[in-house]
């Protein structure tokens, strides 16, 4: 079971999580090694095009090969995730906007995001929208460093009980933004609109 979660500071690295079957793999190995055979028939893919996507997923360190097996003459390669889970750094937005399927792949993020919000009995009037989008990003960029600033800062992650970690980690990422009156502003804001579309 891979462990742990690993910042990705490489912008080339970071690229490749744009792509949805990459995602997929990823998302599949964290949860147990499995074969090229078994990735390509669960996310509907052909052989060829996984072990493409695995190779660049293996040279970037994501992934790792586990085992091979010959099963009828044939070997086939076991994979698994090398760690749990993935965070893209914060200090990567500005140095892709150039990069047109990151973009569109954040985007896609804080659209679903907005679209979500219905869940909640939230109707966002068309107006508003642009505005909400532009809250909800900042408060997103600010919430993804001070998580990313929690990680690096743990001495020794592997003393952490299951069942305290998030707690505690909410309670230190929420400390330092305390400290961030641009977060403040935006979440004040945003919570005034929200609280109005209710």
Known sequence: MPKGTLIIKDPEVAKLFADETRRGILHMLRHREMSTTNLAKALEKNHSSIIHHLNLLKDAGLVELVREEKVRNMVQAYYKSTAFRYIISYSLTELLTDDEGYTSWREGILQKM??????????????????VMELMEICY???????????????????????TQPVLGQLIINM???????YHMALKELEEILMECR
């Open 114 to 131: 907005f679209e979500d919000l219905e869940i909640y009995g939230i109707k966002i009037p068309p107006e508003k929208k642009d505005r």
């Open 141 to 163: 960029e600010k919430q993804s460093k001070a998580y990313e600033e929690s990680l690096e800062e743990q001495v020794d992650s592997a003393k952490f009980d299951r069942h």
């Open 176 to 182: 330092k933004l305390n400290r961030d009156k641009e």
